[in-house]
């Protein structure tokens, strides 16, 4: 339940936000979650043996990683609008079954996934999850795993490391392997003992639970805030708004190492799956470069609030903030123009949908979104925003707790609005 200076605020049937946040440890697992709540609000499948159609309210997922989520309204405006967000976040990799060896007993061989920061991870309960693949008599079985147990990863004290304030240097092969202690070799065999393992993609995961911060629970903290808090948000708005068109939720794996995989924005799942969709309800080609050219891109992923301790590593001028509103983010590697910008803000504006700009610090680099990749690839309009956050990719991140409910609104204004290939027809309250 989100709760921020009195105000009570439950977006999705049957799981909250912390919920959400809790028990999302990989990709795989947000999936699983996210598919719970689509079927609870009345998705279906959208297999090989189903057509979509006006009024449908479906889903389709990719290597258990990815999953998207779709509704056909009102066909009159014929228009993909999508929203998205990407389910994996900085973490530990397993590095497979076996157990290395050390003075005190077992550790986990593991190697780091995206730009973790490393000391964050370290001296906090971890837990194993991710996905095995079980050995059965007329093939293989994938079962989504997570251990009844904690793991962790001791720090070396100051004693031995005098200058460990001054300046933390680890190296990931020695100094950040989780200490596990069984009496076997093989982590596979510890985490499924109902039959023989062949293979797995496992990761060692922060199990800190969400919790509020500040005198009002002004704040919200918890792991994997980047970017489960987006995907909850496409989650609520797919849900709860009436389309324009073709409303799609993209909730996608591997954006953290560049989407280049089969279940990335890098790949021609999004494309293909458009195109299909488009043949479903009897249109043509030419119908489908129109729904292009008449849709939009909204790529969802937090962006840097100014730091209370650093200032000086924001923009002096264009700065963000928790709790004031949706950022909309600006630079060369995200896929904001000032055309797109201003069709966002529009469609804000109507739906009195707070909002903000960032600017990065020209001399620091920025990183990338799902944005640029998208709207490459199909040829569409698109806006980069997100929410205000500190201490992203950290183990433990902060983000304002009244955004959140402030992003949900803005992804649901985003899929009521008409657009064009040159700005905003109409804007449905």
């Known amino acids: 339940m989100f709760k921020s200076k009195n105000l009570i605020y439950n977006l999705v049937i049957d799981m909250d936000i912390q919920k959400f946040l809790d028990t999302s440890y990989t990709a795989?697992?947000?999936?699983?979650?996210?598919?719970?709540?689509?079927?609870?609000?009345?998705?279906?499948?959208?297999?090989?043996?189903?057509?979509?159609?006006?009024?449908?309210?479906?889903?389709?997922?990719?290597?258990?990683?990815?999953?998207?989520?779709?509704?056909?309204?009102?066909?009159?405006?014929?228009?993909?609008?999508?929203?998205?967000?990407?389910?994996?976040s900085p973490v530990l990799r397993v590095k497979g079954r076996q157990l290395l060896d050390s003075p005190e007993g077992k550790r986990i061989n593991v190697e780091v996934y995206g730009g973790l920061i490393n000391y964050s991870i370290?001296?906090?309960?971890?837990?194993?999850?991710?996905?095995?693949?079980?050995?059965?008599q007329n093939g293989l079985q994938s079962v989504l795993v997570e251990s009844d147990f904690n793991v962790n990863i001791p720090s070396l004290c100051i004693h031995h490391n005098s200058g460990v304030n001054e300046k933390a240097n680890f190296t990931?092969?020695?100094?950040?392997?989780?200490?596990?202690?069984?009496?076997?070799?093989?982590?596979?065999s510890l985490l499924y003992s109902e039959g023989e393992v062949i293979d797995g993609d496992?990761?060692?995961?922060?199990?800190?639970?969400?919790?509020?911060?500040?005198?009002?629970?002004?704040?919200?903290?918890?792991?994997?805030?980047?970017?489960l808090t987006s995907c909850y948000a496409c989650l609520d708005a797919i849900i709860n708004t009436t389309s324009s068109g073709v409303s799609v939720a993209c909730l996608f794996d591997n954006e953290e190492i560049g989407s280049r995989t089969k279940q990335g924005a890098f790949s021609q799942f999004l494309p293909n799956l458009l195109q299909r969709i488009n043949l479903d309800l009897?249109?043509?080609?030419?119908?489908?470069?129109?729904?292009?050219?008449?849709?939009?891109?909204?790529?969802?992923?937090?962006?840097?609030?100014?730091?209370?301790?650093?200032?000086?590593?924001?923009?002096?001028?264009?700065r963000v903030y928790l709790n004031k509103g949706i950022v909309i983010?600006?630079?060369?590697?995200?896929?904001?123009?000032?055309?797109?910008?201003?069709?966002?803000k529009y469609v804000f504006d109507k739906a009195n949908v707070a909002y903000q700009d960032y600017y990065n610090n020209s001399d620091i680099r920025c990183g990338g979104t799902l944005g640029l990749i998208a709207s490459a690839n199909l040829e569409m309009n698109a806006c980069d925003i997100g929410l205000a956050q500190l201490a992203m990719h950290s183990a433990i991140e902060t983000v304002g707790a009244d955004d959140i409910k402030v992003m949900a609104n803005g992804v649901k204004a985003f899929y009521s609005a008409k657009f064009n290939q040159m700005g905003v027809d109409i804007v449905i309250k």
Do not use: W
């Open 329 to 344: 983010k600006h630079h060369t590697n995200y896929s904001t123009d000032g055309h797109s910008s201003a069709c966002i």
């Open 172 to 188: 990931v092969q020695n100094d950040m392997l989780p200490l596990i202690d069984c009496d076997t070799d093989d982590l596979y």
């Open 122 to 136: 370290m001296d906090i309960p971890l837990k194993i999850a991710g996905r095995l693949f079980v050995k059965k």
């Open 282 to 318: 009897g249109k043509g080609v030419g119908d489908y470069l129109t729904a292009l050219n008449n849709g939009f891109i909204l790529s969802i992923d937090n962006g840097h609030a100014v730091h209370p301790a650093h200032p000086e590593k924001s923009d002096p001028k264009q």
């Open 28 to 88: 795989f697992h947000t999936v699983k979650n996210s598919r719970e709540i689509l079927q609870a609000n009345g998705f279906v499948p959208y297999n090989d043996d189903v057509l979509a159609k006006a009024g449908g309210k479906y889903y389709i997922e990719k290597n258990a990683s990815t999953i998207v989520a779709f509704t056909i309204g009102d066909l009159s405006h014929y228009a993909f609008n999508i929203a998205m967000a990407h389910t994996d």
């Open 202 to 227: 496992l990761f060692v995961v922060p199990v800190v639970k969400s919790f509020y911060s500040g005198s009002n629970n002004q704040f919200l903290c918890s792991p994997r805030l980047d970017n």
